[in-house]
C-alpha cells in the first residue's frame, strides 16, 4: 500500500495494487482505495440487482460519496467500460465474467428445456435437478 502525502481523504491518496491473476506482475492496476472499494461495492451490488457486471449511473448517483472522479480511475486502469447507451458501467473482472457466462448459460438451458416439454428428472440425478437444464426443481415443477 502506498500512502501520497497527508490529506483529509485517505480513501483517494492511498494506492493498492490489484492482482487480477494468480502471477506477480507489474502489470496489475493500482487503485486508490476508494476505487478499491466502489468496486467490490458496485460489483456485489450488480449480481443482487441481477445485472452482473452492470453498474448503473442511477446507482452510483445514490451513493452519497463522490463516484464520478473514481468511476473514471476504474476505467483509467481498464476495471471499468463506459457503457452511453445502458447509462453506466460495464465491470471487466474475470470472475464478475465468469457470472455472467454462467446466468446466461442456465438462462439458454432453461428455454431449452421449456421448449422441450419441461423439467424432467432421472435416477441418476434425483427427483431435484432437471436433467435437460440441470436447474433445481421444486416439487410439481416436474
Known amino acids: 500500500m502506498l500512502n501520497v502525502?497527508?490529506?483529509?481523504?485517505?480513501?483517494?491518496?492511498?494506492?493498492?495494487?490489484?492482482?487480477?491473476?494468480?502471477?506477480d506482475d507489474d502489470e496489475s492496476p493500482i487503485v486508490s482505495r476508494a476505487a478499491f472499494q466502489l468496486h467490490g461495492f458496485a460489483m456485489v451490488n450488480s449480481v443482487q440487482d441481477g445485472t452482473p457486471g452492470f453498474i448503473s449511473d442511477d446507482y452510483l448517483n445514490a451513493i452519497s460519496a463522490e463516484t464520478t472522479l473514481t468511476a473514471t480511475e476504474l476505467c483509467m486502469v481498464g476495471l471499468?467500460?463506459?457503457?452511453?447507451?445502458?447509462?453506466?458501467?460495464?465491470?471487466?473482472?474475470?470472475?464478475?465474467?465468469?457470472?455472467?457466462?454462467?446466468?446466461?448459460?442456465?438462462?439458454?438451458?432453461?428455454?431449452?428445456?421449456?421448449?422441450?416439454?419441461?423439467h424432467e428428472t432421472s435416477e441418476e440425478?434425483?427427483?431435484?435437478?432437471?436433467?435437460?437444464?440441470?436447474?433445481?426443481?421444486?416439487?410439481?415443477?416436474?
Open 80 to 118: 471499468w467500460t463506459r457503457d452511453e447507451e445502458r447509462g453506466g458501467y460495464v465491470l471487466n473482472d474475470p470472475m464478475v465474467a465468469d457470472v455472467v457466462e454462467f446466468n446466461d448459460r442456465m438462462e439458454r438451458d432453461k428455454e431449452f428445456c421449456e421448449t422441450t416439454g419441461g
Open 5 to 23: 502525502s497527508d490529506p483529509e481523504d485517505d480513501d483517494h491518496t492511498t494506492y493498492l495494487r490489484m492482482s487480477l491473476s494468480d502471477e
Open 125 to 142: 440425478s434425483g427427483p431435484t435437478i432437471c436433467v435437460k437444464c440441470h436447474a433445481p426443481i421444486r416439487n410439481g415443477d416436474a
